[in-house]
């Protein structure tokens, strides 16, 4: 109701106000020529049409019932028309509903949710069991073979780090360039 309201008061309340705020977006606006009575008759024709809907809708639906079923009998097309709502519904469920319905059971559903991501979790898996299979075998509990490793790794790290300089002392630069 409160729009309702302001739609019908709010075109006379304030309209220089308004127009003035507004301009700087629209622009400036030279007022038309145009008749103010023909405005006038206009917006009676209009809200008269409304009444007139009004009147009839009252008429078939609230004061006699049984009336709707006599215009349905009288015009079967036209009511089946309306009563349907124009087949919008039909149509936007026969064109939009049910072919995403299909995209979403079918290649949602069995490419991305079974091939991909249920691929990718049993691909994760078993590398994590692989990984797990491999670690397994250096994981002996003898503290030698740890302390074996554990220098073979040093060993490895210094001459990794100390190599290229020593090479270079020596005048052998050349196989260390691409590292």
């Known amino acids: 109701m409160i729009l309702a309201f302001l739609s019908v008061v709010g075109g006379w309340i304030g309209i220089e106000r308004f127009a003035a705020y ?3 977006a629209t622009g400036a606006r030279a007022v038309e020529a145009g008749s103010s009575q023909l405005e006038i008759i206009f917006s009676i ?22 009336r709707p079923t006599e215009l349905a009998a009288a015009m079967p097309g036209a009511y089946n028309v309306l009563v349907h709502k124009y087949y919008v519904d039909e ?10 319905l299909a995209l979403s059971t079918y290649v949602l559903g069995w490419v991305v949710d079974n091939a991909i991501l249920g691929g990718l979790a049993w ?17 002996s509990g003898n503290l030698r073979s740890y302390a ?4 073979a790794g040093a060993a490895a790290l210094l001459l990794f780090l100390f ?7 020596h005048g052998i630069s050349t196989f260390w360039k691409g590292w």
């Open 148 to 151: 074996a490793w554990l220098a």
């Open 22 to 24: 507004l301009a700087p």
């Open 163 to 169: 190599a290229p300089a020593l090479l270079a002392s």
């Open 123 to 139: 691909l994760l898996g078993g590398i994590a069991t692989f990984a797990g299979a491999l670690l397994q075998r250096w994981q």
């Open 91 to 100: 149509f936007y469920g026969a064109v939009i509903v049910k072919p995403l």
């Open 45 to 66: 024709v209009a809200v008269a049409v409304a009444l007139l809907g009004w009147f009839i809708a009252d008429l078939f639906y609230r004061q006699k019932p049984s």
